[in-house]
């Protein structure tokens, strides 16, 4: 082990499976991500993720690679995640060039793989913990995607989960590694720790008082980039932010995870008082903007993705605040599992924009109604 961890855990291991197998595709697939359950420090801050860029010796990147080599990759790296267990339970793993483009997409959607590795499948994949806390992206931008992904504001138990399936795939592989640079990454960016830490963040009040751009403009003389809900060139519809660290190299990882903590800190208290000053001197307003969703959310026959996202916030505001009863799924649930891929796969056939504005509506009003009345 090169890196000094935060603390020792003891939940990945090479061990034989203690009863768990591999999940079937459907399965996997239809299951809610373990990031979209809350707990109580999901209030702002929806996820934590940590993404660990690795690379084998002697092997070009991904991206100059032909697809005979390609192909060897994969085959190589599945046979070692095989054989890693996670709590007791296999990795599944499922190959690009299987899948359907919906699969694909729900995937994406479901913040599993990246768009990049969507964009190439020959030679591809990604292995699956069976509650999606763990994602290994296989031949994306590096030979290795390690990605751990939590609810709520958990930056160093994410980052334990993932420094400990690292440790043991380093045991088995050997990778590219200079004692100056640190993991040679294909980006140049990601030179040295090889991490991308990220947090999912939920800003509705400083977009309703008009700070938004003031409080995250700040960022990136902070080294921190700020995405939406999707990543680069994404758009941050629903008042969500991805917030990261740009840099890596001369960082440990534990400074890394120390900065982001602290700035999402300040993040979240500029959201609070935001929030609070709302309620102090807007609160019929805010009152009738989150009631207006509700009814839309609760009665609506057509919503587009845009006017989900959109609602669906400003509803999570008012649950928040002790405005709304809450719905009978999670904010994330509803914001991703009513996503075109998400909701054509639960259906089991392609839909057009019209059928799926339709079948999105549905699927918000049962979270929000009885069954009867939906």
């Known amino acids: 082990m090169r890196k000094p961890p935060l603390h020792a855990i003891g939940s990945v291991s090479w061990n034989k499976v203690r009863g768990g197998e591999k999940m079937e595709r459907k399965d996997l697939l239809l299951r809610r991500s373990a990031w979209m359950e809350e707990t109580d420090r999901s209030t702002v801050v929806l996820s934590s993720r940590i993404r660990l860029a690795r690379n084998l010796e002697d092997m070009p990147f991904p991206h100059v690679m032909s697809a005979e080599l390609a192909q060897k990759v994969e085959e190589k790296l599945v046979r070692t995640l095989e054989t890693v267990t996670v709590e007791g339970e296999k990795l599944t793993y499922l190959s690009l060039g ?10 994406t959607e479901k913040h599993l793989i990246s768009p990049a590795l969507v964009n190439s499948p020959a030679g591809r994949g990604a292995a699956l913990a069976a509650d999606h806390r763990v994602a290994v992206m296989v031949n994306e931008e590096d030979h290795i995607r390690l990605q751990t992904l939590l609810p709520g504001n958990q930056l160093e138990e994410t980052f334990r989960l993932a420094d400990a399936l690292d440790d043991a795939l380093e045991e088995h592989l050997d990778y590219a590694y200079r004692e100056a640079q640190g993991y040679l990454t294909a980006c140049p960016t990601n030179v040295g720790t090889g991490l991308r830490a990220s947090v999912m963040v939920h800003l509705p009040a400083l977009a309703m008082t008009n700070r938004i751009q003031q409080v995250l403009g700040a960022l990136a003389p902070l080294g921190l980039a700020v995405r939406g809900l999707y990543g680069e060139g994404s758009q941050a519809f629903g008042h969500i932010f991805q917030l990261s660290n740009q840099i ?9 995870l120390a900065h982001l903590g602290a700035v999402t800190g300040q993040i979240v208290e500029h ?4 929030r609070a000053a709302l309620q102090e001197h807007a609160l019929l307003a805010l009152e009738d903007k ?6 839309t959310l609760e009665k609506a026959r057509l919503l587009t993705s845009e006017d989900a996202m959109h609602l669906l916030s400003h509803d999570r505001l008012g649950v928040d605040m002790g405005i709304l009863p809450k719905p009978q799924r999670t904010f994330a649930s509803l914001l991703v599992e009513s996503h075109p891929g998400c909701l054509q796969y639960v259906l ?3 839909l057009d924009a019209g059928q799926r504005d339709a079948e999105r509506a549905k699927f918000i009003r049962e979270a929000f109604v009885p069954q009867a009345d939906s």
């Open 271 to 274: 959201e609070l008082q935001a």
């Open 98 to 107: 299987d899948l359907t483009p919906i699969e694909r997409q729900v995937l």
């Open 290 to 295: 989150v009631w207006r969703a509700r009814g």
């Open 348 to 350: 089991n056939k392609e």
């Open 248 to 256: 890596t190299l001369g960082k440990s990882e534990a400074d890394i």
